[in-house]
Nanobody, 122 residues
Framework: QVQLVESGGGLVQPGGSLRLSCAAS????????MGWYRQAPGKEREFVAA????????NYADSVKGRFAITRDNTKNTVYLRMNSLEPEDTAVYYC???????????????WGKGTLVTVSS
């Protein structure tokens, strides 16, 4: 009943920027936090950034600090990831994650989007 849909991925040159979006919809009782993970070819999925829905807690992976910025729009149940100074090492499928309470089950659970591909290359 809950789904996360990412958008904004694509091909960008090194040093360029992209903004990813993730909209949560469905049977949502309450969102605790949303964030982003990524998985590069042949690598484990890794944490990128997350923000609490209150906005009081924000965390970034060391590899993206100073380059990426995560924001959220509570009115739209949407989280964004602005990625600046992109490097080839940032190439990965980026997955949206939500920590929320499903109104149907009343339980807390992590939900995942299907991912959006970001390719950084000349």
């Amino acid at each position: 009943q809950v789904q996360l849909v990412e958008s904004g991925g694509g091909l960008v040159q090194p040093g360029g920027s992209l903004r990813l979006s993730c909209a949560a919809s469905g049977s949502i009782f309450h969102i605790n936090a949303m964030g982003w993970y990524r998985q590069a070819p042949g690598k484990e999925r890794e944490f990128v950034a997350a923000v609490s829905w209150s906005g009081t807690s924000i965390n970034y992976a060391d590899s993206v600090k100073g380059r990426f910025a995560i924001t959220r729009d509570n009115t739209k149940n949407t989280v964004y990831l602005r990625m600046n100074s992109l490097e080839p090492e940032d190439t990965a499928v980026y997955y949206c994650n939500a920590d929320l309470r499903d109104a149907a089950t009343t339980t807390w659970r992590h939900y995942w989007g299907k991912g959006t591909l970001v390719t950084v290359s000349s």
